[in-house]
């Protein structure tokens, strides 16, 4: 089996041990002065012990099966025989990439070190914060290995941690006086936004980082975009913000505002850096990091920093960082896995083969199919744009001076046909339904059968074996149920429009068929039908509309093209894609 492609027909976990016996001193943030998460269910630190616990079932089988101290079998001639009761042992001390508890059992799992360096670490007392895992090491070398239940259609195994499990993390926040700093990604403004982060953060104040500004065209003006983002956020959201900056994590820029902006808003409080998977919150916090150090601050770390990388779901815990010249924290947290957004729905290796999270490209389509070496009389009427393999867009009416501009990853090929040559969409939707409910009686057959079994199982197994095999479906299947289930905006921490988290469903062979489901029908209609007299130059495009996909980095612009002094200009469009997906209309961004 693929790293990144689990699809384990039935797998049971069991509930994992902590080994606290070894031998350890004072935990390396506790000797810094830095407060971390509590360690332990008795704990009485920064963070309830359902957090943590929630931290301790991150295990996994990927594809060592092989090293799974049990197995169990649901009796021959089952369909899905040999599920796996896993059992690690989770060991003192985190992994200063991802925030997970290390355990050095499987190598497949997060937070694995190998047994030798855990012991040598463990000699010279230097377990907490010192290690990183094996997961980390990969995701650092660019390998995309998932670890999050729902990812790319990963279905729920031991050793995925849950979108739930991770949210669960955050839940402390809003209890404590902290600066919150959220971090949404320019290329995917309104998806990565979190429209609800009130419910997580409370009355805390906070600090919006835009980051990835340096992935939009070059030309981009980042004063005309901090002023729409205010808008957006503030007047639009109706958001209360302690400021706004624009930053390029990457290439450093306006970093040292945002590290500006920290120091005069914190007063005296730790500082929370959240946002959606993928935003680049931990490449955003090693950029503040190295500012600080810059600036004189030596006492802030400069290795062992949170691991940044492409695959959603790397930050699996709460990671505290030594920051403010000694005087206070700032923290790294776990993405909120936002079930809508393209980058969860799609495998690590999609996400790679589709180019998504690279620079945008700016793409003007003309209404014409093949050699056709005039355009169309009516405009894109009647036209289909397909934008790679994953995006659908129909126009279904639209007068003739409307046109369009796609801002998208340069892997992301956009192809013009006749919409009749293309299968209907709602044609489509009704399979998509169909194929739904057919999987979900499956689902519930083989659930049914996997409870016989397990009757039989508890007969013929050794009591310790049963009672592990137990524990773990209660858990295994307290999880699927999470993530099977459509999650309302409390479970997710999303959008208004949350739509279901039906990515399971996905399985090996559609990747031909990622253009699933109608999403969402959008018109737009240029009301001021002087418009065009406005523009200082009538031959160039004036932006109407942007229409954006969520995860997408990128979107759809609706413009009016020309000199059409008079008359009135309107686009009708259907959006097909991926099930699950979100997409937004908005005012346009000020990106050329
Ligand atoms: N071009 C560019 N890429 C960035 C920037 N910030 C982050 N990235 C990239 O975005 C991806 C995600 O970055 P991370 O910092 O791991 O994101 P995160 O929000 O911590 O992700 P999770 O821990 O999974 O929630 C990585 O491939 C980063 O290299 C930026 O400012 N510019
Ligand atoms: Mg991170």
């Given at each position: 089996m693929h790293a990144t492609a689990f699809r384990a027909p039935y797998v049971a976990s069991a509930a994992p041990r902590r080994d606290d016996a070894a031998p350890c001193r004072a935990p390396r943030a506790a000797r810094d002065g830095v407060p971390r998460p509590a360690a332990d269910s008795s704990s009485s630190a920064a963070f309830p012990a359902a957090a943590r616990r929630a931290r301790l079932i991150c295990l996994a089988s990927r594809d060592d099966t092989a090293s799974a101290p049990r197995r169990w079998s649901r009796g021959e001639g089952g369909a899905r025989a040999d599920a796996e009761v896993l059992e690690v042992t989770r060991k003192r001390g985190d992994c200063y990439g991802c925030g997970v508890a290390l355990q050095t059992d499987l190598p497949s799992v997060s937070g694995y070190v190998p047994p030798a360096e855990y012991a040598t670490k463990a000699h010279h007392r230097q377990l907490d914060g010192m290690m990183l895992c094996a997961r980390c090491s990969e995701l650092s070398h660019g390998r995309m290995v998932n670890a999050v239940a729902g990812q790319g259609g990963a279905r729920l195994q031991t050793g995925l941690i849950t979108p739930a499990q991770l949210r669960e993390q955050l839940s402390a926040i809003r209890e404590k006086k902290a600066l919150v700093v959220k971090v949404v990604d320019a290329t995917d403004f309104h998806g990565s936004f979190l429209n609800k982060v009130r419910d997580v953060v409370g009355g805390n104040p906070i600090l919006l980082v835009l980051t990835k500004v340096d992935l939009l065209p070059n030309d981009t003006n980042l004063e005309a975009l901090r002023e729409w983002v205010t808008h957006e956020a503030v007047t639009v959201r109706r958001l209360t913000l302690a400021g706004v900056v624009c930053v390029s994590a990457r290439k450093g820029l306006g970093v040292k505002t945002a590290v500006g902006a920290m120091f005069a808003e914190r007063k005296g409080r730790d500082v929370y850096v959240l946002g959606a998977a993928n935003v680049g919150k931990s490449t955003f916090i090693r950029a503040a990091l190295k500012a600080m150090r810059e600036e004189g601050n030596f006492g802030?770390?400069?290795?062992?920093?949170?691991?940044?990388?492409?695959?959603?779901?790397?930050?699996?815990?709460?990671?505290?960082?030594?920051?403010?010249?000694?005087?206070?924290?700032?923290?790294?947290?776990?993405?909120?896995?936002?079930?809508?957004?393209?980058?969860?729905?799609?495998?690590g290796d999609d996400l790679k083969r589709f180019?998504?999270?690279?620079?945008?490209?700016?793409?003007?389509?003309?209404?014409?199919?093949?050699?056709?070496?005039?355009?169309?009389?009516?405009?894109?009427?009647?036209?289909?744009?397909?934008?790679?393999?994953?995006?659908?867009?129909?126009?279904?009416?639209?007068?003739?001076?409307?046109?369009l501009v796609f801002f998208g990853p340069k892997g992301m090929r956009v192809t013009v046909v006749e919409t009749e040559s293309l299968p209907d969409a709602r044609v489509l939707d009704a399979r998509a339904s169909a194929e739904r409910e057919r999987s979900r009686a499956s689902a519930r057959r083989e659930a049914a059968a996997a409870e016989a079994d397990a009757d039989v199982s508890r007969r013929v197994a050794a009591p310790s074996a049963a009672a592990a095999a137990d524990a773990g479906r209660a858990a295994s299947a307290a999880m699927e149920d999470e993530m099977l289930r459509v999650p309302t905006f409390e479970d997710v921490c999303s959008d208004d429009s949350e739509s279901d988290a039906a990515t399971s469903f996905l399985t090996d062979d559609d990747d031909a068929s990622f253009i699933q489901r109608l999403v969402r029908e959008v018109s737009v209609e240029d009301e001021d039908e002087d418009s065009a007299l406005d523009s200082d130059d009538s031959d160039s495009a004036r932006a109407l509309r942007d229409v954006s996909v969520s995860g997408m980095n990128g979107w759809v612009r609706v413009t009016r093209v020309g000199n059409s002094r008079g008359d009135a200009c309107a686009m009708r469009m259907r959006v097909l894609g991926p099930r699950g997906l979100e997409v937004f209309d908005r005012e346009p961004m000020p990106v050329t």
């Amino acid at each position: 089996m693929h790293a990144t492609a689990f699809r384990a027909p039935y797998v049971a976990s069991a509930a994992p041990r902590r080994d606290d016996a070894a031998p350890c001193r004072a935990p390396r943030a506790a000797r810094d002065g830095v407060p971390r998460p509590a360690a332990d269910s008795s704990s009485s630190a920064a963070f309830p012990a359902a957090a943590r616990r929630a931290r301790l079932i991150c295990l996994a089988s990927r594809d060592d099966t092989a090293s799974a101290p049990r197995r169990w079998s649901r009796g021959e001639g089952g369909a899905r025989a040999d599920a796996e009761v896993l059992e690690v042992t989770r060991k003192r001390g985190d992994c200063y990439g991802c925030g997970v508890a290390l355990q050095t059992d499987l190598p497949s799992v997060s937070g694995y070190v190998p047994p030798a360096e855990y012991a040598t670490k463990a000699h010279h007392r230097q377990l907490d914060g010192m290690m990183l895992c094996a997961r980390c090491s990969e995701l650092s070398h660019g390998r995309m290995v998932n670890a999050v239940a729902g990812q790319g259609g990963a279905r729920l195994q031991t050793g995925l941690i849950t979108p739930a499990q991770l949210r669960e993390q955050l839940s402390a926040i809003r209890e404590k006086k902290a600066l919150v700093v959220k971090v949404v990604d320019a290329t995917d403004f309104h998806g990565s936004f979190l429209n609800k982060v009130r419910d997580v953060v409370g009355g805390n104040p906070i600090l919006l980082v835009l980051t990835k500004v340096d992935l939009l065209p070059n030309d981009t003006n980042l004063e005309a975009l901090r002023e729409w983002v205010t808008h957006e956020a503030v007047t639009v959201r109706r958001l209360t913000l302690a400021g706004v900056v624009c930053v390029s994590a990457r290439k450093g820029l306006g970093v040292k505002t945002a590290v500006g902006a920290m120091f005069a808003e914190r007063k005296g409080r730790d500082v929370y850096v959240l946002g959606a998977a993928n935003v680049g919150k931990s490449t955003f916090i090693r950029a503040a990091l190295k500012a600080m150090r810059e600036e004189g601050n030596f006492g802030v770390p400069a290795k062992r920093l949170p691991t940044a990388s492409a695959m959603p779901g790397t930050t699996l815990g709460v990671i505290p960082l030594r920051a403010f010249e000694g005087k206070g924290a700032l923290y790294d947290t776990p993405g909120v896995f936002l079930h809508h957004r393209l980058n969860s729905i799609l495998s690590g290796d999609d996400l790679k083969r589709f180019g998504l999270g690279g620079s945008l490209r700016r793409f003007e389509p003309k209404p014409r199919v093949g050699d056709e070496t005039e355009d169309r009389a009516n405009g894109f009427a009647g036209l289909s744009l397909l934008w790679g393999p994953l995006l659908r867009v129909d126009v279904v009416a639209a007068t003739p001076d409307a046109g369009l501009v796609f801002f998208g990853p340069k892997g992301m090929r956009v192809t013009v046909v006749e919409t009749e040559s293309l299968p209907d969409a709602r044609v489509l939707d009704a399979r998509a339904s169909a194929e739904r409910e057919r999987s979900r009686a499956s689902a519930r057959r083989e659930a049914a059968a996997a409870e016989a079994d397990a009757d039989v199982s508890r007969r013929v197994a050794a009591p310790s074996a049963a009672a592990a095999a137990d524990a773990g479906r209660a858990a295994s299947a307290a999880m699927e149920d999470e993530m099977l289930r459509v999650p309302t905006f409390e479970d997710v921490c999303s959008d208004d429009s949350e739509s279901d988290a039906a990515t399971s469903f996905l399985t090996d062979d559609d990747d031909a068929s990622f253009i699933q489901r109608l999403v969402r029908e959008v018109s737009v209609e240029d009301e001021d039908e002087d418009s065009a007299l406005d523009s200082d130059d009538s031959d160039s495009a004036r932006a109407l509309r942007d229409v954006s996909v969520s995860g997408m980095n990128g979107w759809v612009r609706v413009t009016r093209v020309g000199n059409s002094r008079g008359d009135a200009c309107a686009m009708r469009m259907r959006v097909l894609g991926p099930r699950g997906l979100e997409v937004f209309d908005r005012e346009p961004m000020p990106v050329t």
